[in-house]
């Protein structure tokens, strides 16, 4: 007859056990360290409300772990420096910016305490317009290399996109050609174990940024699972450079019938700045492989390209400062006339919302042109939560209707344009590696501001009435997704 009383004593006893987990967690783990206040909230809220998978999210993902990839990082970044010392690298690349107005010396000061390099003059930039446009300019690029090809995406997939890449560069390096792949192991998991076989054999490497394999067994020695590469960098012989939003697959050219149309944006680099995207490279490429890759022609020397003056702003979770959200903040801030941005992930710190909020207050013509859907519905309610504030400070934000926005650019009246790999939300301020190139001079900015025009042809305004008109339980339900931002 003692069995329920016993039953009942295990119950309690669990239960206080668990109670007791939840109030190590919250209280020793989250509020005794040293983070972000929002995120604190945010990790509360989500295991309050889902207490086991909670707190087991937040030992998987949670706890920073920043120490131990800084670490790394920042050996491999000692190291990278060195070379590119050796080879005079920097000095090349800030000889050319000192003739610049007063606005663009504010930004070329801040650029040289974010970035690994500084920004460089003598380079010519093009804006390519969907993924059609830039895997031809890519495949020209890549077919007239005389000595290196260097390419890193976070997506490759393994369907026709893919394969014909690969095919490629296998043929580059079957003709002798250097030829190197990053690939991040989370965005990249679709991936055959022998999809870069070919292009092994042919003598050329490819690299998995972060396997899955090391961190998953060992955890608890190594970095979150979420701090991915999120980049896209092709460099050919040192001289031609890409970055932007475009990944490797079938969906980029609008072949995928579950995700339609795919407007998305991408540039094609010459000059110095190349050197930039080539340093980030071999930091990756050295963290990846533990091998520093040493060959005065990765850093070739050569005449002006063109008249841009472009800084290249990496970031990560290895970094003190997040670095491009400080840049877009600053950029914001000194905006005189307009500030016309197209990003497909839209959850804005409160440093952007603020930047963003303040400009508009002041007169500045600001419109932000978002997808009309997304690929994740809790990261669409969380962005309509910040509609309203925004309206009310008088920005213009639009919804992009004709298929699925992928863009990620943003134009400063005729002054500063970028084009990068940065969504504008948490991830990718402060957990993944990103790059984004910020192209000083009005006809790039010019030719993004057409792009622009376009797409609002494509898209529909949202008013205040858009937000009056939610019930209460959708209210509740994007506000909670609002509370979770943090984590998206």
């Not at 003739?99 to 663009?104: E, I, K």
């Not at 996109?161 to 190197?180: F, H, N």
């Not at 970094?319 to 400080?326: I, K, P």
């Not at 963003?356 to 309610?381: I, N, Q």
Request: with cysteine.
């Amino acid at each position: 007859m003692a069995l329920p009383f016993d039953l009942a004593m295990m119950t309690t006893v669990v239960e206080i056990l668990a109670l007791l987990a939840h109030a190590v967690v919250i209280g020793a783990v989250l509020l005794a360290r040293r983070r972000d206040p929002t995120a604190t909230i945010a990790w509360i809220l989500f295991i309050l409300l889902f207490p086991l998978v909670g707190v087991l999210l937040y030992l998987t993902l949670g706890h920073t772990r920043v120490r131990r990839i800084t670490k790394r990082s920042t050996r491999a970044e000692a190291r990278i420096r060195e070379l590119t010392s050796r080879y005079e690298v920097r000095a090349r690349l800030g000889a050319a910016s000192g003739t610049a107005d007063a606005r663009t010396r504010t930004m070329i000061r801040l650029g040289s305490a974010l970035a690994s390099a500084p920004a460089s003059g003598g380079n010519a930039a093009r804006v390519l317009i969907d993924a059609a446009a830039t895997y031809r300019e890519m495949t020209l690029a890549i077919s007239a290399a005389r000595h290196h090809v260097h390419v890193q995406f976070y997506i490759i997939q393994p369907d026709a996109v893919g394969t014909a890449l690969r095919d490629l560069l296998v043929a580059r390096a079957a003709a002798g050609i250097e030829v190197r792949v990053i690939c991040d192991a989370v965005g990249s998991m679709s991936l055959p174990a022998d999809f870069w076989e070919p292009l092994r054999a042919s003598g050329g490497h490819a690299a998995t940024f972060s396997p899955l394999s090391r961190l998953l067994p060992h955890w608890r020695r190594r970095d979150r699972v979420d701090f991915r590469n999120h980049r896209k960098i092709v460099v050919v012989d040192g001289r031609v450079g890409f970055t932007g939003g475009i990944n490797v697959g079938k969906e980029y050219l609008g072949l995928d019938p579950e995700i339609g149309r795919w407007r998305d944006t991408h540039l094609r680099i010459e000059g110095p700045a190349v050197l930039s995207l080539q340093q980030t490279f071999l930091h990756d490429w050295l963290l990846a492989t533990d091998e520093t890759l040493d060959d005065e022609r990765y850093f070739p020397a050569g005449p002006p390209a063109g008249d841009c003056l472009v800084q290249i702003i990496d970031s990560g979770p290895d970094q003190t400062w997040a670095s491009v959200e400080f840049y877009y903040a600053q950029a914001i801030a000194l905006a005189c006339e307009r500030v016309w941005i197209t990003n497909p992930y839209f959850i804005p710190s409160q440093l952007i919302e603020s930047a963003l909020t303040l400009a508009a207050l002041r007169g500045v013509d600001v419109r932000v042109l978002l997808p009309k859907k997304s690929d994740s519905r809790v990261v669409t309610l969380a962005s309509h939560s910040y509609y309203a504030p925004l309206l009310h400070a008088g920005v213009a934000i639009f919804e992009y209707a004709r298929g699925f926005v992928h863009a990620k650019t943003m134009v400063v009246d005729d002054w500063v344009a970028t084009v990068g790999s940065a969504n504008m939300d948490m991830r990718s301020f402060k957990l993944n590696f990103e790059i984004n190139a910020f192209i000083f001079g009005p006809r790039l900015c010019e030719d993004l501001a057409r792009q622009f025009t376009v797409d609002l042809q494509a898209a529909t305004p949202v008013t205040r009435e858009w937000d009056r008109r939610m019930g209460l339980a959708r209210r509740l339900v994007r506000g909670i997704a609002r509370l979770l931002s943090p984590l998206l």
